[in-house]
């Protein structure tokens, strides 16, 4: 199964230093950090290998009208079959603070299912704080591909006097020789107290029973953009 963007030419532009992690294994309740370069805004690309598919949790049909809902009920720390397994983006160093985004795969009668998910339960230390999950089905044929691909844009906006980070989850999902595709967007905004500028931190992680592994990721730094010709 492959979670890919189309790329914006405009956006690759503003890429700088760059890293690759590939063909690492992530166990069941696994973690690591992905350093070398700056998370406060980056732009990476994560491919994941999954397997032991049978591990997949039963999937009610009831649930294929509300994915948020979904969400909030299985969050990240809520421990699966296949997934959830992802990324936790602008994490404070001890990941006191994380914001989680991942994927969840359930059995359904005739295919998998996948949950694509925001959860922002842990994204800052800031009392009283708005955390909505979010989050989407995304239709893919994993048993065809076995992979699992993923784009997400972290960025720095400015409103008012005070500057938030806002987590941009593009996905196009192609399988069969590009034959066929479908999307799915999330865009959120966290609130983090931490983990901010050179303190946001990125970690992979893997509360699935199945193990999984990190095919293939790439990160790039991100400069600023020119702003209304600045």
């Not at 690591?32 to 998370?39: C, D, K, L, S």
């Not at 359904?108 to 996948?114: G, I, L, M, N």
């Not at 989050?135 to 409103?159: M, Q, T, W, Y």
Request: hydrophobic share 40%; proline share 4%.
């Amino acid at each position: 199964m492959r979670w890919f963007v189309c790329t914006i030419e405009e956006l690759e532009s503003l890429r700088s230093k760059h890293i690759i992690v590939q063909n690492t294994k992530v166990p069941s309740g696994g973690f690591f950090e992905v350093q070398g370069i700056y998370y406060s805004q980056v732009d990476e690309e994560l491919t994941f290998e999954v397997t032991r598919l049978e591990k997949s949790e039963a999937f009610d049909p009831s649930w294929t009208t509300n994915a948020q809902a979904l969400c909030g009920q299985k969050r990240a720390n809520v421990r699966g079959g296949a997934g959830p397994l992802g990324l936790y983006v602008l994490a404070s160093a001890n990941m006191e603070e994380r914001t989680s985004v991942f994927f969840r795969i359930f059995k359904a009668q005739t295919k998998y299912k996948v949950l694509m998910c925001h959860d922002p339960t842990r994204s800052t230390l800031r009392p009283n704080m708005y955390k909505p999950t979010f989050a989407g089905f995304v239709d893919v044929d994993i048993p065809e591909s076995g992979k699992i691909s993923r784009r997400s844009l972290l960025c720095s906006i400015n409103l008012l006097d005070n500057g938030f980070p806002c987590i941009i989850i593009l996905t196009t999902l192609w399988w069969r020789a590009l034959g066929q595709g479908g999307t799915t967007c999330i865009t959120s905004r966290v609130y983090s107290n931490t983990a901010i500028g050179r303190n946001a931190h990125l970690f992979v992680f893997n509360n699935g029973l199945a193990n999984v592994k990190v095919s293939k990721l790439e990160a790039w730094e991100m400069k600023r953009p020119f702003m209304n010709g600045a």
